[in-house]
């Protein structure tokens, strides 16, 4: 059975990676600030608890994730999906307030940081595995040549950020055999992406998971849509 860790499991692009992952199989680590208030992710998990296991998990905070990892060394993780994101911006356009930096400092932290934490903490459980993928949703908006609206300063230049953090990633760890790759998923109707998107989490999940089930290491260090098309760096 290949086993699959999620991070910001709990609603949006997440929960139906969690939902797709788990009906076609998997074993899913289902990770989540607050499983407590998670009830679409408990329903699912008690619906076949020997599959889909929630963990506590805000990527922000780094000693947790180093809790979790410790209490996950056992196991082999073929599918590292940091997905948790933020878009801490009130506006999307215009030159920010100085109050905003605080703000653009917790972007980093969990746009980021915790993307690198993650691959971090888990590459030996990774590179045990069968698959060794580790998979990073970014954003367009992270494109530095796609980008013709200017603004959105701190979600822009976290996504632009960990794409740099993620083309490292991938070789360095080309010796283990581990691939490395951010996606972009689609403009998707969530919380974040708003009723007006032009896609729902399950067209956007499914093509992402056919783009994730055919990455050889050929792609490592790739940005690609959830449609298979190159993304502009
Ligand atoms: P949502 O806002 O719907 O969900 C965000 C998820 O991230 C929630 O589960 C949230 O948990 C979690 N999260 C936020 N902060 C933390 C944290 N510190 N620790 C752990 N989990 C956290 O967003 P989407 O599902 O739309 O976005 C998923 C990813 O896709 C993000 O990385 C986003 O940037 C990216 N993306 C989305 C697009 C879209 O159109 N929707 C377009 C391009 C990229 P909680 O409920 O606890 O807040």
Known sequence: MKTVLI??????????????????????????????????????ANQQPEQTKIHTLDVADHRRIDELGQSLSGESIDLLLNNAGIYAEAHRSGIFRSEDYEAWMRTFLVNTMATLKMAQTFTSQI????????????????????????????????KAAVNMVV?????????????????????????????????????????????IDRLTLKDSGRFIEYDGKPVPW
């Open 7 to 44: 991070t910001g499991a709990n609603r949006g692009i997440g929960l139906e990676f969690v939902r797709q992952y788990a009906a076609e199989g998997w074993r899913v680590l289902a990770c989540a600030r607050h499983p407590e208030k998670a009830g679409e992710l408990q329903t699912l």
């Open 127 to 158: 590179a045990r595995s069968d698959q060794k993928k580790i998979v990073t949703i970014s954003s367009k908006m992270g494109s530095i040549e796609d980008n013709d609206g200017g603004g959105s300063y701190m979600y822009r230049s976290s």
């Open 167 to 211: 083309k490292s990633l991938s070789i360095d760890l080309k010796q283990a055999r581990v691939i490395a790759v951010v996606l972009h998923p689609g403009w998707v109707k969530t919380d974040m992406g708003g009723p007006n998107a032009l896609i729902s989490p399950v067209q956007s999940v499914s093509g992402m998971r056919q783009v």
